[in-house]
């Protein structure tokens, strides 16, 4: 099964690509992001698929079924929908590929069709840098730009 976001605000231009092979397999994530401030910015699905805001707000939080605290991509108990950091490099572009076993595009609890990614202005902290928010957000700042997480033609 193969997903996309597209964003379409300041990021325009940037997509990422979701790919699974069966209910059972990781979630292999791809993208290329640009316009985006060097440095590292965190990167999370969100709740809802709803881009009716201007400011993303209307994404929600964090996708977190389990209700687990905030963390990294490798965390064995953070967020489903905490994916960490990309980087950008000083030409303002970030590509990026790794794997998760904590989301599915496949129906059920795990499935993140329908839901929106978002990428944010300052770096996550992986809920360790000690700030009343690192434990929900990351303290990753404001939202920069967000798409929703849809089915991809094969």
């Known amino acids: 099964m193969k997903a996309i976001a597209v964003f379409q605000g300041k990021l325009k ?33 969100h709740q809802f698929g709803n881009l009716l805001s201007s400011d993303c707000t209307s994404c ?9 605290e905030h963390g990294s991509r490798a965390s064995v108990n953070s967020h489903a929908g905490d994916f960490g950091n990309i980087t950008a490099a ?34 996550d902290d992986l809920g360790k840098g000690g ?5 929900t957000t990351g303290h990753a700042g404001k939202r920069l730009d967000c798409a929703v997480i849809g089915y991809d033609k094969d």
């Not at 990422?16 to 640009?34: E, I, N």
């Not at 794997?99 to 770096?123: A, N, Q, Y």
């Open 13 to 45: 231009g940037s997509h990422v690509t979701f790919r699974q092979d069966d209910p059972f397999s990781a979630v292999k994530v791809s993208g290329h992001v640009v316009n985006l401030a060097p440095g590292k910015h965190g990167f999370h699905v």
């Open 60 to 68: 929600g939080g964090h996708f977190n079924p389990t209700n687990a």
């Open 90 to 123: 000083p030409d303002r572009h970030s590509t990026f590929h790794f794997t998760t076993s904590k989301v599915s595009l496949f129906e059920g609890e795990l499935s993140i069709i329908g839901r929106s990614l978002v990428v944010h202005e300052d770096e």
């Open 131 to 135: 700030h009343e928010d690192s434990l």
